[in-house]
């Protein structure tokens, strides 16, 4: 059964020009800096992680004034399929826990203008 749904769209041009090294280490954990910098235009792979988990916030329904961080929400990319996934870490496991949510599914997109994210939560209804 479905959850919670999040959905986040980022301008790409705007985030790039916001993104420094405080921001990318305040927002994002090493292995996703680490794949993200490896890439040619990794301000776009960035940008959709950000909106990831943006999206993420979403679908657990809660967010920042409830204690959730940007680093409690992993995108994680398969190099093998190229598929991503969502792994959740401190509050936020505790927030999937709480909801009895069993799932979380992802569905990341991006151009050179905007990156675009779904995140849907499965589980038990609370």
């Known amino acids: 059964m479905v959850t919670g749904t999040g959905i986040d769209i980022v301008d790409v041009v705007s985030f790039r020009k916001r993104l420094d090294d405080r921001l990318v280490e305040e927002l994002f954990?090493?292995?996703e800096i680490e794949y993200c910098r490896?890439?040619?235009?990794?301000?776009e792979n960035f940008a959709v992680r950000f909106?990831?988990?943006?999206?993420?916030?979403k679908a657990l329904g809660s967010g920042l004034s409830s204690g959730l961080r940007f680093?409690?929400?992993?995108?994680?990319?398969c190099l093998e399929s190229g598929s991503i996934s969502i792994k959740l870490h401190g509050k936020a496991l505790i927030i999937q826990g709480e909801r009895k949510i069993d799932k979380i599914l992802v569905s990341v997109s991006h151009t050179k203008i905007n990156a675009i994210a779904i995140v849907i939560a499965e589980g038990k209804r609370v």
Not at 38 to 43: D, E
Not at 51 to 57: L, P
């Open 29 to 31: 954990l090493p292995a």
């Open 38 to 43: 490896s890439q040619v235009r990794y301000w």
């Open 51 to 57: 909106a990831a988990k943006e999206a993420a916030f």
């Open 71 to 77: 680093k409690d929400v992993e995108i994680v990319k």
